[in-house]
């Protein structure tokens, strides 16, 4: 940067770039290109938004108090994207729709915003700190996403009927439900837009599964049916006269948990059956 001329010298990569500058001349401009908006703050104050084009620095041309004055532009990109990795750093709480078996489930993926409204974005974001940098944006963003995402993902997941085991096939349908919300919060909150949100997947602890397993195998059980082939069978048989396999889970003597028919050991307590 020359003493008095402010430009941005960047490749529009990034969302937004701070150029500090001091000791300017009374005659420095601000040059702002098509690719950017930019925030010009003097002396700790903001002074205005700017489109691209020239502007002067100082409406004053005192040299004394020019070369006091401590200048920064914002360069904000008008079509970077920002791409941000999330992913639950807790598991959060579902009901098997089948079974109605409570669940925890733990999900991650990546979003990526652009800036629209460059004064919010500065003013709710960027201008939080005088150090706020890309990392920082991104590490906000995604911690505010999952206070959204969390309850959105459990909400599609609902609606849908879908159990942890059919999520795999319908991410791109959960992920298109969740969109219109989290584009909403972006927008009002922050000044983003948010251009897409994806699902890379969705965990469940291997008790959880054992447990969505055994209340459908019982439920099968209970309606008449081999929960291994769906062949119907009569009350009080122990075998299957379609497939020979043992009818219903296995009880745990300890802890009374039904277990799946295969189980060596109870998902419950950890009893050999």
């Not at 409204?117 to 005088?130: Q, S, W």
């Not at 942890?164 to 791109?172: I, T």
């Not at 897409?196 to 008449?224: C, H």
């Not at 069978?233 to 299957?240: L, P």
């Amino acid at each position: 940067m020359q003493n008095n001329i402010i430009k941005y010298t960047g490749d529009n990569s990034e969302l937004f770039v701070r150029v500090p500058a001091e000791g300017l001349d009374a005659d420095a401009r601000i040059i702002v290109p098509e690719t950017h908006n930019a925030i010009f703050i003097k002396d700790g104050v903001l002074m205005d938004t700017l489109n691209s084009g020239s502007y002067e620095v100082f409406a004053d041309k005192s040299r004394k108090k020019c070369k006091n004055s401590a200048v920064e532009v914002i360069y904000l990109s008008k079509t970077a994207r920002l791409k941000v990795l999330w992913g639950t750093k807790t598991m959060f709480d579902f009901r098997d729709p089948e079974t109605d078996v409570p669940v925890k489930l733990g999900a991650h993926g990546e979003f990526e915003v652009q800036i629209s409204n460059p004064r919010k974005a500065y003013m709710v974001l960027i201008g939080a700190a005088d150090r706020f940098t890309v990392q920082d944006l991104k590490d906000r963003l995604s911690v505010r996403m999952l206070s959204k995402a969390e309850p959105a993902i459990a909400r599609a997941m609902r609606a849908g009927g879908l159990s942890f085991d059919r999520v795999g096939e319908h991410k791109d349908e959960i992920s298109a439900a969740v969109l219109p919300e989290l584009s909403k919060m972006f927008e009002d909150d922050y000044g983003l837009r948010l251009f897409s949100f994806t699902i890379a997947s969705i965990v469940i602890s291997e008790e959880d599964v054992a447990a969505v397993r055994a209340a459908r195998s019982q439920a099968k059980l209970n309606a008449g049916t081999c929960p291994h082939c769906g062949a119907p069978c009569s009350a009080g048989d122990r075998f299957c006269a379609a497939c020979g396999l043992p009818l219903g889970g296995k009880q745990c003597k300890k802890c009374g948990k039904l277990n799946e028919a295969e189980a060596k050991f109870c998902s419950g307590c950890g009893a050999r059956l």
